[in-house]
């Protein structure tokens, strides 16, 4: 079946400094997606990468598809405190359906020292 | 307003004691899932509704059961519960019209088994 694998697992970074976290499929993906999930709480949908070698910003995060659609990444520049919690990857595989459900990478959790 | 809404928020129950959790939706999507979710782990899809077709994940325990009785609200029913199926229950929601689209995430029922 298909897996994702997302590096690293927790990343401790000092508040100001970038932090990115890397995902990669063992399959072609349709599509990949990120969520963030605050401790606690919920997957909060951030973005969706649809186009091999798509580019997408929000603010201080950067998103990036592979060639291939088979990886992604996420960078937050500058990181607040804002931005603790846990980043997941996710994506459905390129030849399910319109229903498939997603495969979640098992997340990155981000701890910011002030 | 919300779009998928789960209750209750916190459900405590007893071992072998079945319970019910319950998700509603607002948007009109032909597609449900559940997702279960341990702590520190990433989502795992346990089954989901296309309409009226469910689709069971070859993993999921037999333990787990789904009632969707029309669009807007999706049940799941866990028979005999046992200490490790304590988690954090996810439903989520999508249009189901084509593999892009992505699915929106209720808030969750924290399970407690006793």
């Known amino acids: 079946g298909q897996q994702v694998m997302q590096i690293p697992q927790y990343q401790h970074v000092q508040e100001g400094e970038d932090f990115t976290t890397y995902c990669n499929s063992s399959t072609t993906l349709s599509n990949i997606q990120w969520y963030k999930q605050r401790p606690g709480g919920h997957p909060v949908f951030l973005i969706q990468l649809v186009k091999s070698g798509e580019v997408k910003k929000q603010k201080r995060l950067t998103f990036q598809f592979g060639e291939a659609k088979k990886n992604s990444s996420l960078h937050i520049t500058a990181t607040q405190t804002t931005d603790v919690g846990t980043y997941f990857c996710a994506g459905p595989p390129y030849s399910g359906g319109g229903a498939d459900g997603l495969t979640f990478g098992k997340g990155t959790h981000l701890i910011i020292q002030p | 307003d919300a779009m998928v809404i789960q209750n209750p928020r916190y459900q405590v129950t007893q071992f072998g004691k079945p319970v019910t959790l319950s998700c509603s939706q607002t948007?009109?999507?032909?597609?449900m899932y559940w997702y279960q979710q341990k702590s520190s782990q990433a989502p795992k899809l346990l089954f989901h509704?296309?309409?009226?077709?469910?689709?069971n994940e070859a993993d999921t325990p037999d333990n787990f059961q789904s009632r969707r009785p029309n669009t807007s609200f999706c049940f799941l029913d866990i028979r005999s519960p046992g200490l490790g199926d304590a988690a954090m229950y996810l439903c989520a929601t999508r249009t189901g019209t084509g593999r892009a689209d992505t699915q929106y995430f209720g808030p969750g029922t924290r399970l407690t088994v006793l």
């Open positions: 509704y296309y309409d009226k077709d469910f689709n």
């Open positions: 948007l009109n999507h032909n597609v």
